[in-house]
């Protein structure tokens, strides 16, 4: 069993396995199966398109984690150019789970804000599994005042677990840094656009998503808790991570039913993880389409549309008069 | 039961349902949960729901929270008309829509948030209170709505707002509604932080996840009842985060005060006379403009004092 591949893509891990393999016959041996193994790669691709039309809700919760899924700093790389990383909350220290920075996008200047996962297991304890302490978000909301000093549009990607559960992080008000930064950017003036990459957790991802629009890459998730935090709670069984996820409906299409988001961006079969390149393509697309929009908007009306936006927010029912 | 059980005649085994006998009558008395003090609970109501032996803090409903807090003359309720609903049809062994209706059978209320327009010490004001016994007193939809609504009261009225929170966090049944109240409750209130007028955020045991995480935060002044749980992430979760046992008081009002995150620690039964005083000071220079004369008028410089002419 590869361990870079969920249970659910094993099948697509087999057969790929089984095409490297022959390639490699063919190339040592010097004979010619090019029929059989462009049959075969055909055959992955439709394995994959099969395996990738009827994905569960769980089963996208899962790919919204993959372990090879690209994170902040992949589409800073490809999408932008001229990247300046900002670091440290001018009062604490410097949280590598929240990357920011400037950087152009076309030629663009804007203030990019994300979280940050890691790859290895070196760099995922340094980057703290992507979970910000409180001085993340202060650094995030420092960068942020200052884009709305020099007119920058701000661009935030969202992939986190959730905002640190630790004692430090609750000595140094965590509940502070989130608070005040929801506070802030509902009143910022300038464009704030809020894409879930990966894992949208809680108040931890929420945090850096207050803006004019949400996006969200086809397979990431957005959620109150975490499937297994509300099993635990609400079934008594972990276990039950499958029906929690189902039940709050946490994935891009059923957000989009719910009427939160702007936009889907489309992942290319097989996922974001299987090609970098053409997922960050997309996302580009759609960061610049939206960037467009919003530029034109004066900020008076930006601050008015975001506020009604945000004020739109909630179902519920109003009797009539009393 | 055990083999040995057994052979105790049924009149004298002491199962469950003696031990219940043993139980303090319901109604008349309340045991302390903090000192195990039996309390008559009149004495205890007259106390403001607070322990006479140990100074404990009870928990208590959001209509006494506002009925002591508030003057008993010219309250008007706001957004009770707005009620919950299942934008998800959410079902875990329960569904919601049950868990809401038993909610609301237990509480008598229809969401775990009351707001009141009313008077402290004769001073316009709107109050806001978390029922921690509707749902652990989470925050849904209506909830966000409802403490929209206060704010606005308070701003249409040109009033302070103050809010008593007791709440678990965020109604997870309610998933990204539940969550996104967070942004909309913050986004009121830099309204209210734009015109002026103060917010006070009393937060009371417990106040936890995404109501700690956003409104309660973000008072002006931030106050919390004595040793109230405050926190962002759970003391469980923390536990098991970590792998070390917490240190004693962790998340409790006095840590929060030591480490910055509250303005003071407010015994219940002084909350009126303290909150009120400090209003009063924060509203004073509003009320200075407001009665000030001709305020209306346009101040023309050039009569107050005419420019010098320079001449050459």
């Known amino acids: 069993m590869d361990l870079k591949f969920l249970d659910f893509e094993q099948p697509i891990a087999e057969l790929e396995a089984k095409i490297r393999e022959l390639r490699r016959v063919e190339f040592d041996n010097d004979i010619n199966i090019s029929d059989a193994l462009e049959q075969l790669e055909n055959k992955s691709k439709l394995l994959t398109e099969s395996i990738f039309a009827e994905l569960s809700d769980w089963q996208i919760s899962q790919l919204s984690r993959h372990p090879g899924r690209p994170y902040t700093l992949d589409y800073i790389d490809l999408m932008f150019t001229d990247f300046h990383e900002l670091h440290g909350d001018r009062a604490y220290a410097d949280d590598p789970a929240i990357v920011c920075g400037l950087a152009r996008l076309e030629g663009q200047p804007v203030m990019i804000i994300g979280h940050q996962k890691g790859r290895d297991t070196k760099e995922k304890i340094y980057r703290n599994f992507g979970m910000p302490r409180p001085e993340g978000y202060r650094k995030a909301l420092r960068v942020m005042k200052m884009a709305e000093r020099f007119g920058l549009p701000i661009i935030c990607l969202i992939d986190t677990p959730g905002a640190y559960p630790g004692i430090g992080a609750e000595e140094r008000g965590q509940s502070e840094a989130i608070a005040r930064n929801l506070f802030e950017m509902a009143r910022l003036k300038t464009p704030i656009i809020c894409t879930v990459i990966g894992e949208g957790g809680s108040g931890g991802a929420l945090a850096i998503g207050v803006g004019d629009r949400l996006l969200m890459l086809e397979y990431s998730t957005y959620s109150v808790i975490s499937p297994e935090g509300c099993a635990s709670i609400l079934w008594k069984s972990a276990e039950k991570s499958q029906l929690a996820a189902e039940a709050m409906g946490i994935t891009s299409d059923r957000i989009r039913e719910q009427g939160f988001l702007d936009e889907m961006v489309r992942e290319p079969v097989g996922g974001a993880h299987r090609d970098f390149q053409t997922t960050a393509m997309h996302l580009r697309e759609a960061l610049l389409r939206h960037l467009e929009q919003l530029r034109n908007e004066p900020v008076e009306q930006l601050l008015a549309h975001r506020y009604q936006r945000i004020m739109n927010f909630g179902a519920y029912i109003e009797e009539p008069g009393k | ?312």
């Open chain 2, 1 to 312: 039961m055990s083999w040995f059980e057994k052979l105790v005649p049924s009149t004298i085994r002491t199962d469950g349902n003696n031990k219940k006998k043993g139980a303090v009558p319901e109604g008349l008395w309340t045991k302390c949960p903090n000192c195990n003090a039996i309390l008559y609970n009149n004495e205890l109501e007259r106390n403001s729901s607070v322990c006479p032996k140990c100074n404990h803090h009870m928990r208590i409903s959001a209509r006494v929270r506002l009925a002591l807090f508030l003057d008993e003359q010219g309250q008007e309720e706001i957004g009770q008309q707005i009620k919950p609903t299942d934008p998800l049809k959410f079902k875990d062994s329960k569904r919601y829509k049950d868990r809401i209706s038993q909610a609301q059978k237990q509480t008598k209320e229809s969401d775990a948030l009351v707001v009141i327009k009313g008077k402290l010490k004769n001073k316009d004001i709107v109050a806001a209170a978390f029922d921690f016994s509707f749902m652990g007193g989470s925050m849904g939809s209506v909830v966000g709505e409802r403490f929209v609504r206060g704010v606005n009261k308070s701003l249409e009225i040109g009033a302070p707002f103050i809010v008593f929170t007791a709440s678990g966090g965020a109604r997870m049944q309610e998933s990204l509604f539940s969550l996104f109240q967070m942004a909309k409750t913050s986004a009121a209130l830099t309204r209210l932080s734009e015109a002026g007028l103060p917010f006070i955020s009393c937060m009371t045991d417990p106040t936890m996840g995404g109501v700690s995480a956003s409104l309660a935060m973000l008072g002006d002044i931030n106050v919390a009842e004595p040793n109230a749980l405050i926190g962002f992430a759970g003391p469980r979760v923390i536990e098991q985060t970590v792998r070390e046992k917490l240190p004693e008081g962790f998340q409790r009002s006095e840590f929060l005060q030591e480490h910055g995150a509250i303005d003071m620690i407010i015994d219940r039964r002084e909350m009126r006379d303290k909150i009120a005083a400090m209003l009063a000071m924060l509203m004073a220079s509003r009320m200075e403009t407001k009665i000030s004369p001709n305020v209306d008028e346009p101040i023309i410089l050039a009569e107050a004092e005419p420019l010098p002419v320079v001449q050459d």
